[in-house]
């Protein structure tokens, strides 16, 4: 079983930045390909980026290109979510999640784990 807990979250002004954690406490954190979702009020859970299992791979979604970073510290059972430039349109609670599944999946069924998010506010 793994557990996922999200850290780092808040509120920020349009154009600042935020770096999200998330820490795992399984021992098999290195074999998962891990991934970044987010969900605003009344829409739907969407995919945001994610990384493989060590860490040489990443994928983003068009709205995340360009000013969100993921990566990840294996020895530390760690990814992270470095978001910069950050939009009004960026507030969501953001999920991460990890996928036994390789590839850089990308679909929320794809993942088998998931923590209970942290909320990013970002104010105009």
């Known amino acids: 079983q793994v557990q996922l807990v999200e850290s780092g979250g808040g509120l920020v002004q349009a154009g600042g930045s935020l770096r999200l954690s998330c820490a795992s406490s399984g021992r098999t954190f290195s074999s998962y390909d891990m991934g970044w979702f987010r969900q605003a009020p009344g829409k739907e859970r969407e995919f945001v980026a994610a990384i493989s299992w060590s860490g040489g791979s990443t994928y983003y979604a068009d709205s995340a290109k360009g000013r969100f970073t993921i990566s990840r510290d294996n020895a530390k059972n760690t990814v992270y979510l470095q978001m910069s430039s950050l939009k009004s349109e960026d507030t969501a609670v953001y999920y991460c999640?990890?996928?036994?599944?390789?590839?850089?999946?990308?679909?929320?069924?794809?993942?088998?784990?998931w923590g209970q998010g942290t909320q990013v506010t970002v104010s105009s």
């Open positions: 999640a990890a996928a036994i599944t390789r590839g850089l999946p990308r679909r929320r069924y794809e993942y088998d784990y």
